[in-house]
């Protein structure tokens, strides 16, 4: 870079009034050449086109040197607290930077830790135990898998929060998976399965379906008499456990930290993103379904009037 | 009730379906037969690099096959930076009172893009270090320039000595030269933290009402009643009816039936004048309660 082009250069800035701020297709701030206000007269003579080459070079060297400085974050890419909330990740998203940004690998205290919990235990640092979010990855994505395997194949999943800051969570995670998705946000109510006679009444038990498919726990611990009733009625289920909970009292154990709020936001959103993802796929499934049915329907009644005429005309 | 185990449910499931208990598969029977659960890892703590284990237990060549020597427990994390942090806060303990900034973000930030062997000089990561670049560039100089770590320490220090002490000059004599032009500063944390000390202290101070109106408003006014109790005779309810028949309405509180404006109410203070209207108000609430005695306070006639 010349800095006889760059003292040109910003010399003419300094004369000029505007700067053209450009917004680009999808909304972000370019930075362009021709910025400046052009004169409008045509280029006539040889001295007109080399003036012009050597403003456009100067003005080239300025927003290269000057491109390397300055922000390039708008509202648009800059994260915002709410954003875990709102905006959640796929699971293909989903990293280990995002996990160690929301808190996930910090277990409780060292002396509270459950001797089963020690394959997802990282290490002990500041009285903590640090969970291996090695491990944690591989099984959140699996756990993804299989709620979009459950909803592609129209089964209903129930997220259970039962904590104020998980509240909203559980209830966008079930709206997010439209008619499969259900959520507790307050309190399972002991007895929801194992009592559904006396809880729901026996009309509804016969005609409709009380048992959920699957069942994610965002806070397992206090929840332990849900998770022994689902384990009864034979309803899989997933949860994140903590390093004082056992990881066998679910079917799929995500090792993290269960007193997080953005943990728990993160992996409601990972999971409901991956069930609205089966949901499409399941309402696709019964589109096409409906479809061939209706054209084999055609068929049989093209065949059915075909025979009608044959028999008319003999 | 046999034990329910949350790992074993879809083996229980297909038992059900082989022996028809349930007639048809759940919706999740599939998905979990795709995507079996995974058993419970070996119980041992995590494989660990040499990085983040402190140095004794990472160099002792421990004989595995002497149960005593087995770590059952997770290993603590602790890196070469912890030991220079702590001599680093022995030595400047105000650099704790920087203020950390805590905001959130969705990713954890990316290092400095000089890093290694590349970084040379503390100045290289900018004008304004913090305590947390010292330490890595000692840490940096350590590991990949090859000095020992007292040495490491020292030469990291001294940069950053070097550089907050231009940091300091410049800025006090940035602020010299603006007090000169005569640019306005603000009050100091502690002029305003004076200023918010003085307020408390004049809400102690005892101001007199002016405002009268404002008084007497507030004022909780109760009826002062003197009562000259006499035993009178039983007219055995003659006087009542004959008042009744008369039509005279009872009054009980015949003192309140018109408003008396008292020297208290009023602005002037003088004593003498006060005595005086406080006899006058006596007589005449004395006249109207002699009027008509329905509570028997006086023998009527």
Known sequence: MSSSLLRQSLASAAHRSKTGHRVGRLGQQLRCLNTAETSGEPLQTQEDWAAFQTQRAAQKTLVDHMSQYGSTQTRENAWQPHHSLHRPLHPQEASLSALLASGAHMGHSQKLMNPNFMPYAYGVRAGITIIDLDHTLPLLRRAAKVVRSVAARGGSVVFVGTRPDLRTAVRKAAQRMGSQGYHVGERWLPGTLTNKLQMFGSDVVRTEQVIPDLVVFLNPIPNLHAIRECAIDNVPTIGVIDSNADPRIVMYPIPANDESTRTGQLIAGVLSLAGREGVAIREQELVLAREQEEKRQKARNARETQRAAEQSDP | ?301
């Open chain 2, 1 to 301: 009730m046999p034990r329910r185990f949350a790992g074993q449910v879809h083996k229980q499931a297909s038992r059900f379906l082989r022996s028809n208990l349930l007639k048809e598969e759940p919706a999740w029977y599939q998905a979990v037969l795709e995507n079996p659960p995974l058993p419970l890892p070996p119980r041992a703590p995590a494989n660990r690099s040499r990085y983040d284990v402190p140095r004794h237990i990472a160099s002792s060549s421990a004989d595995p096959t002497i149960s005593s020597s087995i770590s059952r427990r997770p290993l603590p994390v602790s890196y070469l930076e912890d030991t220079l942090r702590r001599q680093f806060f022995k030595d400047h303990p105000f650099e704790a009172f920087r203020p950390v900034s805590l905001v959130e973000a969705g990713r954890i930030q990316d290092e400095h893009p000089i890093r290694g062997k590349q970084w040379k000089r503390l100045r290289q990561r900018g004008i304004n270090p913090s305590a947390e670049d010292t330490i890595r560039y000692a840490a940096t100089l350590h590991e990949h320039h090859k000095y020992p770590l007292t040495q490491a320490y020292s030469a990291a220090v001294a940069q950053f000595r070097s550089l907050r002490a231009e940091r300091d000059i410049a800025t006090n004599t940035a602020r010299l030269e603006a007090e000169v032009i005569g640019i306005p500063f603000g009050p100091t944390l502690v002029e305003q933290t004076f200023a918010l000390e003085e307020k408390q202290l004049d809400t102690w101070e005892k101001k007199d009402e002016l405002d009268a109106s404002a008084l007497a408003a507030r004022k909780r006014w109760k009826a002062i009643i003197e009562k000259e109790y006499d035993t009178g005779t039983w007219s055995r309810g003659k006087q009542y009816v004959r008042l009744w028949k008369e039509g005279v309405r009872p009054d009980y509180m015949p003192v309140l039936k018109e408003p008396v404006i008292t020297s208290a109410g009023l602005e002037t203070n003088d004593a003498q004048k006060a005595a005086d209207d406080l006899a006058r108000e006596k007589m005449h609430r004395q006249q109207v309660a002699s009027s008509v005695d329905f509570m028997n306070i006086k023998q009527n006639a």
